[in-house]
């Protein structure tokens, strides 16, 4: 499995795995795209488990970004380890989501 799943009111907490790169990275976008077809508009990726992901990771996060605005949900992250984090910062992707220091934190999204 590349993620356990918890609802914390109208917000689905994603906890990823310790790596998210080619091997699973299309496993989990299927099981995303099937929590969007659920109608969870809210979706918040906890990468507190997470020590690397790669560009085919950084694509299903994309991904999920753009399919659920157009329903008008909202994705954001939180708890990144300096590593994944200098990932996000390299790719530019920290100004296309908000990421927040905890999950606590991102629960007020």
């Known amino acids: 499995m590349v993620f356990s799943m918890e609802q ?3 917000i689905t907490v994603i906890m990823l795995d310790k790596r998210i790169d080619s091997s699973n990275a299309y496993d989990l976008e299927k099981e995303i795209e099937k929590v969007i077809q659920e109608g969870k508009r809210k979706i ?7 020590d690397y992901i790669s560009s085919a990771g950084l694509r299903v996060l994309l991904s999920t970004a753009k399919n659920t605005k ?12 300096p ?5 996000f910062v390299s790719a530019g ?3 296309i989501f908000t990421i927040y220091p905890s999950c606590d934190d991102g629960i007020s999204m």
């Open 44 to 50: 918040l990726f906890d990468f507190s488990g997470t």
């Open 70 to 81: 157009k329903t008008g949900g909202k994705v954001a992250l939180c708890s990144l380890k």
């Open 83 to 87: 590593f994944v984090k200098e990932v």
């Open 8 to 10: 914390k009111g109208d």
């Open 93 to 95: 992707f920290n100004q």
